[in-house]
């Protein structure tokens, strides 16, 4: 796992990296089924908790032909279902969300007060 923090003035904003090794596993990325090998969950830690931003998948594109791996590749960013942006996108496999959930990180960031008033709009104002 990697964690980064970006932050500004009063504005942070905790994200963490989570990488899964996936066998076996196939899904439809636009016209192209793929067996994706890696999926990278981008967490966000807001409001208390750890949530998926969104799910980087990357594996070959199987032949229609023959059904084999090809030498082509999916790289693809995407969205859980029901969270913004998932209906401009690829969503993100049910299986892949339920085993990151299963796996959130387990640390928790300690942010320090600040005598800067918050920006409620901002997610990441705290």
């Known amino acids: 796992m990697r964690i980064t923090v970006d932050e500004t003035t009063t504005q942070v904003l905790v994200k963490a990296y989570t990488t899964l090794l996936l066998e076996d596993f196939t899904m439809q990325v636009g016209r192209r089924t793929a067996r994706i090998k890696k999926a990278t969950v981008h967490w966000m830690y807001l409001n208390g908790g750890w949530q998926i931003d969104f799910v980087h998948v990357w594996g070959p594109v199987i032949r229609k032909s023959d059904g084999a791996e090809s030498s082509q590749h ?53």
């Open 74 to 126: 999916v790289s693809e960013g995407t969205r859980p279902a029901g969270a913004d942006g998932s209906a401009y996108g690829v969503v993100t496999p049910q299986e892949i969300v339920d085993v990151a959930l299963a796996n959130t990180p387990d640390w928790i960031p300690e942010i320090n007060g600040t005598t800067y008033p918050r920006t409620a709009k901002l997610k990441s104002s705290l």
